[in-house]
Nanobody, 119 residues
Framework: QVQLVESGGGLVQPGGSLRLSCAAS????????MTWYRQTPGKKRELVAS???????LYADSVKGRFTISRDNAKNTEYLQMIGLKPEDTAVYYC?????????????WGQGTQVTVSS
């Protein structure tokens, strides 16, 4: 079994910063791409940022220059550093890992963490 546990969400004022973390545990052989998504009520889940095993990153246009994704392979963890937060960044943030376990590869999701940007 594999579990992803997220942390770091909360309430922050516009212009503020937060850092999200997502750690995987279980029968993990290796982790391929790590990704952050976000979702607001009534809207589709959207990709925020992703990072490959080689460190290649991809960002949604709406967060470029403000968010930074990183990973610590030794800890099976990814991070999302968010600065210059805006009210439109308010959402539930989910992590997704593509993970190799003995015998298969599959996508695993975190439980979600709420980020609220409001004065």
């Amino acid at each position: 079994q594999v579990q992803l546990v997220e942390s770091g969400g909360g309430l922050v004022q516009p212009g503020g910063s937060l850092r999200l973390s997502c750690a995987a545990s279980g029968s993990i052989v290796s982790i391929d791409t790590m990704t952050w998504y976000r979702q607001t009520p009534g809207k589709k889940r959207e990709l925020v940022a992703s990072i490959t095993t080689r460190g290649t990153t991809l960002y949604a246009d709406s967060v470029k220059g403000r968010f930074t994704i990183s990973r610590d392979n030794a800890k099976n963890t990814e991070y999302l550093q968010m600065i210059g937060l805006k009210p439109e960044d308010t959402a539930v943030y989910y992590c997704k890992f593509t993970i190799y376990t003995p015998g298969k590869i599959d996508d695993y999701w975190g439980q979600g963490t709420q980020v609220t940007v409001s004065s």
